[in-house]
């Protein structure tokens, strides 16, 4: 949970490597299978610290800069991309600017309704920096990625779901409990499967159909050898020999 409840959970540098530990610490227990990345009070997160993080970092070398940008593109980006775990964005309130970062990093999104989504840096006078551009046209259509880019216009958790970019708005009441049965139904999966899949479905994304179909028969052999299980046998048993699942309709018996 991002946890400046009264500074709208926007993203200092103090956060920032606070979350680089947060996503050792889950990457590293071993019983995790799910993380919900959500925010303490009325906001998701109203971006970059614009104080912290930009202000009070104008005074500094160069190479003080880029550390402090290093540990906000790195938690944002590629170490919450690279989590292990099924990984769902709760978005509760405000998401603006850098928010969208993380936000498109994480594998599902869940919102309510009535959650304010904007790409503020034209309001404030920068171009939208640190891989949010990429963010946002991994996860929006041209036409609304580049129509809230340079309008700066905010948007609801309705309409998030109506574009796409995130998976579900529910109404505020409901979304923990709809983001914790999505929770639970991924703890029911074989967590060496759901990686493998995920990885393989992020990846392919900026692969050709050739490259893509190498890596695809990488990962599949890479996920039998890693699935300690042996889900594939256990679900061919079950339907084939047994008769006890139906795939189509039911995961099997772990
Ligand atoms: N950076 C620094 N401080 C912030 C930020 C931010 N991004 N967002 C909120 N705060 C601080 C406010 O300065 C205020 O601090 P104070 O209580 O010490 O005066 C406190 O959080 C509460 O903010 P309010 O504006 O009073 O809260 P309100 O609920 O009325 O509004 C809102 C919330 C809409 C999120 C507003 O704070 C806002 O517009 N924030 C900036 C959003 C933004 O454009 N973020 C940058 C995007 S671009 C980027 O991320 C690179
Ligand atoms: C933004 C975010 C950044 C950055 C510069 O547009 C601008 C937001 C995540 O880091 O370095």
Redesign the pocket.
Known sequence: MLNRP???N?MSPTLNNEMLEVLDAVALDAEARVMVLTGAG??FT??????EFFRDTDSMSRAQRDIVQRSAFEWQGPRLRQLPVTTIAMVNG?C???GFLPLSSCDLAVTADDALFGL??V??GIIP?GNVPHAVIQTMNLRDAMYYSITGETFDGRKAAEMGLVNESVPRERLLARVLEIAELMKSKNPAIVRGTKETIRHLRTMGWSEGENYINAKFAEAQYTDTEQGRSKGLTQFLDEKSIRPGLEGYRR
């Open positions: 009264e500074k709208r926007c009325e906001a109203a971006g970059m610290d614009l104080k405000f603006f600017g850098g503020s840096e309001n404030w920096g």
